[in-house]
């Protein structure tokens, strides 16, 4: 047994924690708690969220809708309705601007804005803002702009990403290498993609080649 770990504690209606002899470290003053994760743990007041450090220290106050577990010393969190990560310190890295990303620090799910643990694929993350897709960078910024109905993550330095519902590809300049012809595309593999259009399909290459004939 951990002689150190820190329990959450309930007091009848509020929340701490205690060390495994039940001596209180952080005062039962939350409406609930959570595991600490990273040195940090998640407390909830008044129905909105926010972190503290092992201390009981303030990371953030809780102003959020919603938050996440650190993971990698960065956390997702929801403010209004929108999607940001914060750090640490508390600073807000990517914006509270988007509706949702792929993100590993506490993943933001596109598709029906519930989390998951989504990696940055190849450095860069998707994320999505009034309806459209791009990409940030691990600096949080938005590298390739939200203009696509959807998009994938990188494989292989190119992205699958659709347009007027066609699909082409991007490379990490946003520069469409792919025009969004085709109405179906795999990811590239070892220099070569599956791309199906008018009911038939073959492999293209990244310059666009095609490995078919009708």
């Not at 292989?156 to 595309?185: L, M, Q, S, T």
């Not at 791309?195 to 990244?206: E, F, L, T, V």
Request: neutral net charge; charged residues 30%.
């Amino acid at each position: 047994m951990n002689d150190n770990v820190l329990i959450p504690y309930r007091n009848r209606e509020k929340w701490g924690f205690c060390k495994p002899d039940k001596a209180i470290v952080i005062p039962c003053n939350y409406d609930d708690v959570d595991w600490f994760q990273e040195g940090i743990a998640k407390v909830k007041k008044n129905e909105k969220y926010g972190f503290i450090n092992k201390e009981g220290l303030t990371i953030t106050h809780c102003i959020y809708d919603w938050v996440w577990n650190f993971n990698n010393g960065h956390v997702a969190v929801q403010k209004n309705g929108k999607w940001g990560v914060i750090n640490k310190e508390g600073k807000e890295v990517v914006s509270c601007i988007y509706d949702g990303a792929d993100y590993e620090y506490g993943g933001i799910g596109v598709d029906n804005h519930s989390i998951y643990n989504d990696k940055f694929k190849e450095g860069y993350a998707r994320v999505k803002k009034n309806g459209k897709y791009g990409f940030i960078n691990k600096e949080g910024k938005e590298v390739i702009h939200c203009i696509y109905n959807y998009a994938h993550n990188f494989h292989e330095d190119y992205a699958r990403v659709n347009k007027n519902d066609k699909w082409g590809f991007i490379n990490k300049e946003g520069i469409e290498v792919i025009p969004c012809i085709y109405n179906k595309v795999s990811d590239f593999h070892e220099g070569y993609a599956r791309a199906g259009k008018n009911g038939k399909c073959g492999y293209i290459n990244i310059s666009g080649v095609k490995y078919w004939e009708d």
